[in-house]
């Protein structure tokens, strides 16, 4: 399809939130034109940029699947091709793929209060690498691209790395050449990317260290759901779907909820967990017991123990030190030790990105993201007829995703019934402002300051909590949001002498 000159919605983005925003548009707002708008040639978002060894959700898939199509699956801690297939199915099965725009970049938005438009400006990339820029309209922005930059990882500036002979790649530029059969690996960090990577590496590698600077909490989860393979045997797939997916979440839920309330308590668990599969008091003491308590930063799943299953073997080890500077053989650590290594590979972390890189501007006017505060987790003070996708934390992303798609659609009828142009979020009182995201990993650290902050109440608090959000968000009242009603803008525009 074309890009046409105008659209009633635009959706930035066409990985999981893009494709199920646009579900979620055409079945509750049937009469609305829009399109999805991806910048780089393939939909699936994380899934299709990400391809390192292993790459896996790390999220049950009940759950991290859309609600309005079950995940057929066999596992339930799914493989990345296989997540990337499921959000291509639901996209070709429902004819979303139609309506979405690849190598086209939004590099500017701009709200006009005159005419209660944005004006976007893309760049479009022809297959030859030729890029374009052209502009189009439309009457409501949504901001579905994650938080993540895709152009740029996390990359600490490490000394005499010029010096190693070996070979060092980010995880998330994984060369598709890159041969480490038979080679010595050194993994650096310890978060989610680390976790996955060293047992699936390890498969070929001649072996495997996982360095990190501290411990990480982690946690074995079964790759299979056993009670529901059972549900799925004798329930309908759609009844049995949903009754798994309010078990997990139940579960996850309680999880969350007993870290926060009795992290001592999920501490000795975790622990006597890593013990069972790890088979090493000691080493569980030194290299995974974090000083921080379970859910400070985000709690890592390693689908059927295999990290701890592929240590115990040999196959890999950890290592807590602090990095001195690399070497020609290697690393070389603060005590003196040198970790030999043909390849590095630096799962660092990731950089977040507010929406994508858009910095909106209001009547020409950009917008200080970090001055405004986010109402129910979707729509922004200060910038009109503008959302944006955030999903949770300390659960599936797309729970809180579909949420806020819902969300945007109550609103968006609500603008038709009422005859209203535009509408923004509105504080009654002041707010008292806290970050986005209450985690204290460093992804989290280096690039929160640029975002939107939540505020100290309801609804401009960013709650961890899916069954207290699924039971209020689409009941909330939207008295919060000023409306711009149709025929403000129409006396507007008229001359003085019409309207007289």
């Known amino acids: ?16 939130s893009g494709v199920g925003a646009a579900h979620r548009l055409r079945t509750e707002c049937p009469d609305r034109s829009f399109a999805l708008l991806e910048a780089r040639a393939a939909m699936g978002g994380t899934w299709d940029l990400f391809r390192y060894p292993g790459i896996r959700s790390d999220s049950d898939m009940f759950t991290l699947g859309y609600p309005f199509r079950p995940w057929r699956g066999e596992k339930s801690i799914a493989d990345g091709a296989s997540i990337l297939r499921y959000i291509q199915e639901t ?21 006009s209060t005159r005419s209660a438009r944005w004006t976007l400006t893309v760049e479009r990339t022809g297959e030859d690498g030729g890029t374009e820029r052209r502009t189009l309209t ?20 490490f000394p005499g790395v010029e010096l190693f002979r070996g070979q060092v790649v980010h995880p998330q530029f994984w060369p598709e050449d890159l041969a480490y059969e038979g080679k010595r690996v050194v993994v650096i960090g310890s978060g989610a990317t680390a976790v996955t990577l060293v ?17 990480t909490w982690i946690t074995p989860l079964r790759s299979r759901d056993k009670a529901a393979d059972r549900l799925r045997a004798f329930l309908p797939e759609n009844a049995a779907y949903r009754v798994i997916r309010t078990k997990n979440i139940m579960i996850s839920t309680g999880i969350y909820q007993l870290c926060r309330r009795r992290p001592d308590t999920a501490r000795r668990l975790l622990n006597k967990l890593a013990v069972r599969f790890l088979g090493d008091p000691d080493a569980v003491r030194e290299h995974f017991t974090p000083s921080y308590d379970p859910w400070d930063q985000r709690l890592c799943a390693i689908p059927d123990a295999d990290l701890f299953r592929t240590i115990r073997k040999g196959r890999a080890s950890v290592v807590t030190d602090h990095i001195d500077t690399f070497v020609p053989e290697g690393i070389r650590l603060k005590t003196g030790r040198v970790l030999e290594a043909d390849v590095v590979v630096t799962a660092t972390g990731l950089r977040l990105l507010a929406f994508g890189g858009i910095t909106p501007h209001v009547d020409g006017r950009a917008v200080d993201l970090s001055r405004q505060f986010v109402w129910r987790g979707a729509m922004l003070t200060g910038v009109p007829n503008f959302a944006v996708c955030v999903g949770y934390t300390n659960a599936s992303w797309t729970l ?32 008292s402002a806290r970050p986005l995201l209450d985690l204290a990993s460093g992804y989290v650290r280096r690039s929160i300051d640029a975002f939107p902050r939540q505020g100290d109440r309801a609804p401009w608090k960013v709650r961890q909590n899916y069954p207290l959000d ?24 008229e001359p003085v002498e019409a309207r007289r």
């Open 1 to 16: 399809m074309a890009l046409p000159e105008h659209l009633d919605v635009v959706i930035v983005g066409a990985g999981l």
């Open 400 to 431: 809180r995703a579909d949420l806020t798609s819902r969300l945007v659609c109550k609103v968006l009828n609500h603008m038709k019934r009422h005859g209203y142009a535009a509408v923004e979020p509105h504080p009654d009182r002041e707010l």
């Open 91 to 111: 996209a070709r099965e429902s004819g979303i793929d139609r309506h979405i725009h690849y190598r086209t970049k939004v590099v500017s938005a701009d709200w």
């Open 199 to 215: 047992p699936s590496m390890a498969r070929d590698a001649a072996h495997v260290t996982m360095l990190q600077r501290s411990p």
């Open 138 to 157: 439309c009457d409501f922005l949504y901001s579905c691209a994650g938080y993540y930059d895709y152009e740029r990882g996390h990359a600490p500036d």
């Open 470 to 493: 699924a039971a209020t968000t689409l009941r909330t009242s939207l008295r919060s949001l000023r409306a711009t009603p149709r025929s403000a803008l129409r006396e507007a525009s």
